[in-house]
């Protein structure tokens, strides 16, 4: 790290209404995917003569935006095209039309759908979230939906010098890990006020100490032909470092969060790190990104990138950007 430069990050969702939960449906065992001869009652894989332990299984993953942790459905409604499934005490479905299976409808050359809706508790609080869904495709396929998680095998902080992290990009379609990448490309990228940094194009990343001023976000992007498919993001930390730089927010109920009518005034600082003792930072470099990491124009600004002692976000702004994040620099070097 050079020790006259500190750098602070942060993200900030946008929020209509109450806490937002973001889910998708994964299916271990493949795909929900049937193949149908036309004139015949024959279907490949036939999911009732599959062992129990080899037939697809629906799961939920749900998670809270503002942090990112995994949290638990205390309440799950399942659906068959449309049909609320109800389940016995030996977990065989009893809806009438559907009990003990999922029924074959060889008249209808459709794709049909497994929803699943309920409630997770948070602070306390009872949450709905909304209804996630599956396709179950019989014959063709929808498409593929791709998604990209950064793993860290030592966590986000780098506490001793020398100590080094390394960092996992994972692409998921449809919810399943694709271990063979084929023609996809792995691009590797530091995010810092002046820019983007390419990194490499491996499929693990080492960070090491010397690496972050305070705090660096590190995205991976998975490209194919040419195109961004799917983009992760992930913030280091080295605690270690003897000056550290962090936001202080005001006028926001929840952090990470902006709700209607809320402005927020976002306020980098530097600090010894042993101490707690603020250093003084008479102006810092800013850089503004939207939820995809492009460069985001605040109202009133000409640029994403500009300097001052702090930033306004209105909820106009965030719910524009999706997700705001910003990347603050001091402007001078600190005197130690």
Same mark, same amino acid.
């Given at each position: 790290?050079?020790?006259?430069?500190?750098?602070?990050?942060?993200?900030?969702?946008?929020?209509?209404?109450?806490?937002? &939960?973001? *889910?998708?449906?994964?299916?271990?065992?493949?795909?929900?995917?049937?193949?149908?001869?036309? *004139?015949?009652? %024959?279907?490949?894989?036939?999911?009732?003569?599959?062992?129990?332990?080899?037939?697809? $299984?629906? $799961?939920?993953?749900?998670?809270?935006?503002?942090?990112?942790?995994?949290?638990?459905?205390?309440?799950?409604?399942?659906?068959?095209?449309? +049909?609320?499934?109800?389940?016995?005490?030996?977990?065989?479905?009893?809806? #009438?039309?559907?009990?003990?299976?999922?029924?074959?409808?060889?008249? =209808?050359?459709?794709?049909?759908?497994?929803?699943?809706?309920?409630?997770? #508790?948070?602070?306390?609080?009872?949450?709905? !979230?909304?209804?996630? @869904?599956?396709?179950?495709?019989?014959?063709?396929?929808?498409?593929?939906?791709? #998604?990209? !998680?950064?793993?860290?095998?030592?966590?986000?902080? /780098?506490?001793?010098?020398?100590?080094?992290?390394?960092?996992?990009?994972?692409?998921?379609?449809? *919810?399943?890990? /694709?271990?063979?990448?084929?023609?996809? +490309?792995?691009?590797?990228?530091?995010?810092?006020?002046?820019?983007?940094?390419?990194?490499? +194009?491996?499929?693990?990343?080492?960070?090491?100490?010397?690496? /972050?001023?305070?705090?660096? &976000?590190?995205?991976?992007?998975?490209?194919?032909?040419?195109?961004? $498919? @799917? %983009?992760?993001?992930?913030?280091?930390?080295?605690?270690?470092?003897?000056?550290?730089? @962090? !936001?202080?927010?005001?006028?926001?109920?929840?952090?990470?969060?902006? =709700?209607?009518?809320?402005? *927020?005034?976002?306020?980098?600082?530097?600090?010894?790190?042993?101490?707690?003792?603020?250093? @003084?930072?008479?102006?810092?470099?800013?850089?503004?990104?939207?939820?995809?990491?492009?460069? !985001?124009?605040?109202?009133?600004?000409?640029?994403? %990138?500009?300097?001052?002692?702090?930033?306004?976000?209105? =909820?106009?702004?965030?719910?524009?950007?999706?997700?705001?994040?910003?990347?603050? +620099?001091?402007?001078?070097? $600190?005197?130690?």
């Amino acid at each position: 790290m050079n020790q006259n430069q500190v750098t602070a990050s942060l993200a900030i969702v946008a929020v209509s209404n109450g806490t937002t &939960v973001n *889910g998708y449906v994964r299916v271990d065992n493949g795909p929900l995917i049937q193949a149908w001869t036309k *004139g015949s009652d %024959k279907y490949t894989p036939d999911f009732e003569a599959l062992a129990e332990d080899k037939r697809p $299984i629906v $799961i939920v993953v749900l998670r809270d935006v503002s942090s990112g942790r995994i949290l638990i459905p205390s309440r799950l409604v399942f659906k068959y095209n449309g +049909t609320e499934l109800a389940f016995g005490e030996d977990g065989l479905c009893t809806t #009438e039309q559907f009990v003990g299976m999922f029924k074959r409808v060889t008249g =209808y050359n459709v794709s049909v759908r497994i929803t699943v809706s309920g409630e997770v #508790e948070i602070g306390g609080h009872t949450v709905s !979230f909304n209804e996630l @869904a599956t396709d179950v495709v019989i014959q063709e396929s929808s498409g593929k939906q791709y #998604e990209l !998680f950064i793993t860290s095998d030592k966590g986000t902080q /780098i506490i001793n010098p020398s100590e080094v992290l390394t960092l996992k990009a994972s692409l998921y379609s449809g *919810g399943d890990l /694709i271990n063979d990448l084929g023609n996809i +490309t792995l691009q590797w990228k530091k995010q810092l006020p002046s820019g983007e940094a390419n990194l490499g +194009t491996q499929g693990t990343q080492n960070i090491a100490a010397n690496d /972050i001023d305070g705090s660096l &976000v590190v995205s991976c992007e998975a490209v194919q032909n040419a195109k961004v $498919i @799917a %983009k992760g993001f992930i913030t280091v930390f080295d605690l270690s470092d003897p000056i550290l730089a @962090a !936001f202080k927010v005001k006028g926001l109920a929840s952090d990470g969060q902006i =709700y209607p009518g809320e402005t *927020g005034t976002l306020t980098p600082y530097a600090y010894k790190r042993q101490s707690g003792e603020e250093v @003084a930072v008479a102006s810092w470099d800013f850089a503004t990104f939207d939820g995809e990491n492009n460069p !985001f124009t605040l109202s009133g600004k000409d640029s994403n %990138k500009f300097q001052g002692k702090d930033i306004a976000l209105t =909820y106009t702004d965030a719910a524009r950007a999706k997700t705001f994040r910003v990347i603050a +620099t001091n402007t001078n070097p $600190i005197e130690l």
